[in-house]
């Protein structure tokens, strides 16, 4: 079939190309090869949200900067004749090939990352491949999630709490200024988003490695949050987003003390990192405006980093630095340093203050984000030939023009 262009319906992408995304991932495994081995890196990796985003450039990052063996979990929609399927899936393929054609082992579990069951087949695995792992990266992002324990179905809403919000935001296709809004939520609503995205799975992943003694001597743990800019608190951090951030934050600070006291004599961290365009930062209402304002001073002052840029610093500045791994006050690893500097902000909330629909390609990085936007989904990729034919079934052919 041929899938010339991107299905998009309010920042959201409905459809992939399976070359172009294939082409992206090489470019990415390409990128990590280029900046050379990272010394003393880990060398079994459990990636949870493996498939896209920052999981994914965790997942690169392990196996072709450290060599590393990687377990990845993530939830996908097949491809099947007459309908491609969704970008992680195509990923999984793509890395899954590529990293084996490198001599290193790898295997991709598609199921609920939530379930118990998931969990038991990780463990399994591992017992299988004959490894224990020395890291643990949890970068799951969802809007719904059943309790294990009390069978109840979560919703995450993207919500304000307190008072509701509104602002102003950017369509990534059209470039299109429009209003945005977000309702105020509700206790339960508040409740629902900590039980999806806050710690309380990556807490029950720790804790079934851990009892299961699939984990090596000092493992390390690692979950990923954001805290962004002053003017975005009230969508995010105060939001219903940003309770869950806290509780993944303190269950992270739980998690360290479980695994320091443990056998294993592990260490858990929360890195906080840089905003940047993936599937779920795409649907945060609000954040688009602030992300090519972003963009657009980061790349000025050389400063831009993508997933696969902030996932090399946190291993080789952070995690296998040796020594103590430099964290703030509340034990959270600050990738989003050059994020939150005080001149970057500054010229942010400068342009912020001034943009109308006639200076907004001027003064913000409209088609960098439009770009990053699209080539999470496989378009918009150099090189690819978006009129050939694509096997929607996922035998990726690398079509380049
Ligand atoms: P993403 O949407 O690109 O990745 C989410 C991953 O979760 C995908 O691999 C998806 O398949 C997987 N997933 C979804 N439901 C699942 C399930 N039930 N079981 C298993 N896997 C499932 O998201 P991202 O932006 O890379 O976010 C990853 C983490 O990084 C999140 O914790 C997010 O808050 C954090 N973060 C993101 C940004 C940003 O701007 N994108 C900034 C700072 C921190």
């Known amino acids: 079939m041929i899938v010339d262009s991107p299905l998009v319906r309010n920042n959201i992408c409905l459809n992939a190309h399976p070359v172009g995304l294939d082409v992206a991932l090489h470019r990415q495994i390409e990128d990590v090869l280029k900046r050379g081995p990272i010394p003393h890196g880990p060398k079994t990796v459990l990636v949870v949200g493996c498939s896209t985003g920052y ?104 919500k304000a709490v307190g008072d509701s919000y509104s602002g102003s935001t950017v369509d990534m ?22 039980k999806v995205m806050g710690g309380e799975d990556w807490a029950r992943w720790m804790s079934h490695l851990l009892k299961a003694d699939v984990l090596a001597p000092g493992c390390r743990a690692l979950a990923y949050s954001y805290i962004g800019p002053e003017f975005s608190q009230p969508i995010y951090r105060q939001g219903t987003i940003g309770h869950a951030k806290a509780h993944l934050e303190k269950t992270g600070r739980e998690i360290d003390q479980m695994l320091q006291e443990s056998g294993v004599k592990g260490r858990a961290w929360v890195s906080v990192n840089k905003a940047l365009v993936t599937r779920a930062s795409a649907m945060m209402p609000g954040i688009s405006l602030y992300m090519a304002c972003l963009f657009r001073v980061m790349k000025d002052k050389g400063l831009h980093e993508g997933c696969g840029e902030q996932i090399e610093r946190l291993f080789r500045e952070f995690l296998y630095k040796g020594g103590p791994v430099p964290v703030d006050g509340e034990n959270r690893i600050r990738l989003d340093d050059w994020e939150l500097r005080k001149d970057v902000q500054d010229e942010v909330n400068r342009r912020l203050a001034k943009i109308t629909p006639d200076n907004l390609a001027e003064l913000a990085d409209l088609a960098g984000i439009r770009h990053d936007f699209l080539e999470a989904h496989g378009f918009d990729v150099v090189g690819v030939d978006y009129t050939a034919d694509v096997d929607p079934e996922g035998n990726v052919g690398r079509t380049i023009r």
């Open 55 to 158: 999981g994914l450039a965790s997942r690169i990052t392990a196996a072709f900067g450290c060599q590393a063996a990687t377990l990845g979990v993530s939830v996908e929609r097949a491809g099947s004749s007459g309908r491609v399927g969704s970008p992680g899936w195509y990923n999984n393929r793509a890395f899954d090939k590529a990293a084996r054609q490198a001599g290193l082992s790898t295997l991709t579990i598609e199921q609920n990352g939530f379930s118990d069951d998931t969990k038991e087949q990780v463990v399994a695995a591992l017992r299988q491949m004959g490894r224990k792992a020395d890291l643990v990266v949890y970068s799951l992002v969802s809007p719904i999630r059943t309790d294990p324990v009390d069978g109840v179905e979560y919703r995450l809403a993207l």
């Open 173 to 194: 296709m059209t470039g299109q200024l429009g209003a945005c809004t977000m309702g105020v939520a509700t206790q339960d609503e508040i409740v629902g988003s900590v």
